[in-house]
């Protein structure tokens, strides 16, 4: 996937007030030798197609591939073509980036909106600065109504953020990866791989996750005093103390034989418990559901959707559209996990996923409301996945504060984003005369909940 990911730009300020200064007049300078406008992709595609190549692809891409991806994203999004702008330097107009968003149909508190969703934003090695980046996405953010958008939204990491700040984006909310290990083995064979630090950090994670549920499992004041520390700076209540000795003990070993019989016991019986515990949840929600695998979506997607009652804000997810986004180009295999209700075969809801080295990355999910069904699809496709033999389960989310409870009691535990990357956040570019009363959703961080495939392409 192509991610708003420019090479960061160079320092803009500094501790002394005429380097400052310095600084500013040099960025003004050199934002002037760049400019951008608009284009029409189709007549430009060779051009778009090499800079995608170029500066956004994965690895090596063949013609074929690259002829069908600019097809897919100039042709065939059922909410309409994207919106191009192409960045030029000096007065020769030597063609140095461009950068498009993506129509799409948002709904906002039920009022259908078309927003932008930024995407193919890529610089040219040698014009990697501020300035070049600044000279597109200001124009971009400038031409959206004209261009036929109400507001647009993008995901950009720590590096490129000042840029869109600059341009008059509104930082929103922060994504957040979650992962929620299926095995045990893989998880020990990571852990002894790592340092002595992230072995420690990680073990008392899984601890504490433990003595709370233990401590909550019989709300006795003996059993607790058990579990939990007096205050949180004292030391560590008794089997809490214990269980961390023996875990920490057990990644040592781990660490040392990761294929010993007792590593591997040890695995089992945890493999077994998050079994048992998934089936557990989901004999006491009273699940009367089935569940099956498709590769593309059909009319009973467009039914879910027909009666859904999403969060305030809310992508459309047409069967047309999911299709479009997961199935039709096929670089990467998105099947559809699909829930349904045993008695009427209605959908209920369900996940989009790929396995990569036999880890599961979720990218898309949705209920038919956003409460027990969804917990329920959740643990009714982790079971699956373990079924299939696969690992974990990851996706990338940016949810209420609320939801994040919801998804540590699933037994999902959040990780932090890849080093090079740093955060990835959610921004937004509204123009003045955008109504306030959808303003104040749309600057809400309670208001989104979105998944990794709605976030850029």
Not at 255 to 266: G, I
Not at 388 to 397: D, I, K, N, P, R
Not at 403 to 423: D, E, M, Q, T
Request: aromatic share 8%; with cysteine; proline share 7%.
């Amino acid at each position: 996937m192509a991610r708003l990911t420019p090479s960061p730009p160079s320092a803009m300020t500094g501790p002394g007030a005429p380097l400052g200064r310095a600084r500013r007049a040099h960025r003004e300078a050199m934002e002037k030798v760049y400019s951008a406008a608009r284009v029409q992709p189709e007549e430009h595609r060779d051009v778009l197609a090499q800079l995608w190549k170029e500066n956004l692809a994965h690895g090596e891409v063949s013609q074929e591939f690259l002829e069908r991806r600019m097809r897919w994203f100039q042709e065939q999004n059922p909410a309409g073509p994207p919106r191009t702008w192409m960045g030029f330097h000096g007065p020769e107009r030597e063609i140095i980036g461009s950068g498009s968003f993506y129509p799409r149909d948002i709904y906002v508190s039920g009022r259908k909106l078309k927003a932008g969703v930024l995407g193919d934003f890529g610089v040219t090695r040698a014009h990697r600065i501020a300035g070049a980046a600044m000279s597109i996405q200001r124009e971009l953010a400038k031409g959206c109504r004209d261009a036929g958008v109400d507001f647009l939204y993008g995901f950009p990491n720590k590096a490129s953020f000042p840029i869109f700040q600059r341009a008059g984006y509104k930082k929103i909310a922060d994504s957040i990866i979650w992962v929620r290990p299926l095995m045990a083995a893989y998880k020990l064979h990571e852990l002894a791989a790592s340092s002595a630090g992230e072995q420690h950090s990680t073990v008392s994670a899984v601890v504490q996750r433990v003595a709370e549920r233990a401590a909550s499992a019989i709300p006795h004041p003996r059993w607790r005093a058990l579990w939990e520390a007096a205050e949180p700076a004292a030391t560590p209540a008794p089997l809490t103390q214990a269980l961390s000795t023996a875990a920490e003990r057990l990644v040592q070993r781990a660490t040392v034989k990761p294929d010993n019989a007792l590593v591997r016991a040890a695995g089992r019986a945890v493999d077994g418990s998050m079994a048992l515990r998934d089936a557990a949840a989901l004999l006491a929600r009273g699940s009367r559901v089935r569940t099956e695998l498709v590769d593309a979506a059909d009319h009973r997607f467009d039914e879910l959707w027909s009666r859904a009652k999403p969060a305030p804000i809310a992508g459309e997810r047409s069967a047309q559209f999911l299709n479009w986004r997961y199935a039709q180009l096929g670089n990467v295999r998105h099947r559809f996990f699909c829930m349904l209700d045993r008695h009427d075969g209605r959908l209920l809801g369900y996940a989009v996923y790929a396995v990569r080295n036999n880890k599961v990355e979720v990218t898309d999910l949705f209920c038919e409301d956003d409460g027990p069904l969804l917990d329920a699809l959740l643990l009714e496709f982790c079971q699956a996945m373990r079924r299939e033999g696969h690992v974990s389960v990851g996706m990338l989310l940016v949810t209420p504060p609320a939801f994040n409870a919801r998804l540590r009691a699933l037994g999902f535990f959040s990780r932090p984003h890849p080093p090079k990357v740093g955060s990835r956040w959610l921004v937004v570019h509204l123009d003045p005369s955008f109504p306030e009363e959808l303003r104040r959703v749309l600057l809400d961080p309670n208001s989104w909940f979105m998944t990794d495939g709605e976030l850029d392409v």
